[in-house]
């Protein structure tokens, strides 16, 4: 089946613009989350998505950054007046169930990425 | 303060041999799971192995396996048998507080060259 897909790729945009980032997570997955790879680092939490819960937003670096998902599906992360320290790989993972549970874990699947860099 | 650290910018091996990355964690919630991912080249994450924090057992999976001391707040990821294709970055990552989030902590990663 399918994985997570992303898109685009590569984006290049210019200081100061807004961009729109796009995940489609495996279907039948409740979980939707956003992370950021900056070069050479670890990832970091940027966003969760769980259901129809309220989303945990904890991880936005800053109010210029947002995201959504529509029908508990496709997710949008939006960028707005972007800066240079934006430039960055944003994947965006998905899991079978975002259910809190002590005994399982929900493994996270990682789409490619989409590569942001901000001139 | 760092909730994972991997103090292992990079790793060397032969192919063939045996290899330890090391990561540590802090958490002061008892219910906490481990995470390993590999990443090529190419950039894709890649699940390797998990470790939760009720497991009596280490988590083993194919060539790679978890020295889980949960005392020391250390959950090594050994690769047995190295392989070149085993080349890559590899993430440490702690799902914190199993009651409340998803979300993944990492760490910055381990670069593992192996070669011939």
């Known amino acids: 089946g399918a994985g997570v897909s992303q898109s685009p790729s590569n984006k290049v945009t210019e200081k100061g613009k807004d961009v729109e980032l796009r995940c489609d997570p495996i279907?039948?997955?409740?979980?939707l989350y956003w992370y950021r790879q900056s070069l050479g680092q670890g990832l970091e939490f940027l966003i969760y998505?769980?259901?129809?819960?309220?989303?945990?937003k904890s991880g936005l670096p800053s109010d210029r950054f947002s995201a959504e998902r529509t029908g508990g599906s496709v997710s949008t992360l939006t960028i707005q007046r972007t800066q240079q320290e934006d430039s960055a790989v944003y994947l965006c993972?998905?899991?079978?169930?975002?259910?809190?549970?002590?005994?399982?874990?929900?493994?996270?699947?990682f789409g490619p990425g989409t590569r942001l860099t901000v001139l | 303060a760092q909730k994972i650290t991997q103090t292992q910018p990079g790793m060397f091996v032969q192919e063939k041999e045996a290899v330890t990355l090391d990561c540590t964690y802090d958490?002061?919630?008892?219910?906490?799971?481990l995470f390993w991912y590999k990443q090529p080249s190419s950039g894709e994450m890649i699940f390797l192995i998990y470790?939760?924090?009720?497991?009596?057992q280490n988590a083993t999976e194919g060539r790679y396996s978890l020295n889980f001391q949960k005392a020391r707040k250390s959950a090594n990821l050994v690769i047995s048998a190295s392989q070149l294709g085993d080349s890559a970055m590899y993430f440490c990552a702690m799902r914190e507080s199993l009651y409340n989030t998803d979300k993944l902590i990492f760490g910055t990663g381990t670069r593992l060259q192996v070669f011939p």
């Open positions: 279907s039948g997955h409740t979980a």
């Open positions: 470790q939760g924090s009720y497991d009596q």
């Open positions: 993972a998905s899991s079978f169930s975002g259910e809190r549970t002590t005994w399982g874990y929900n493994e996270q699947f």
């Open positions: 958490t002061s919630d008892p219910s906490y799971g």
């Open positions: 998505f769980q259901g129809n819960s309220a989303p945990d």
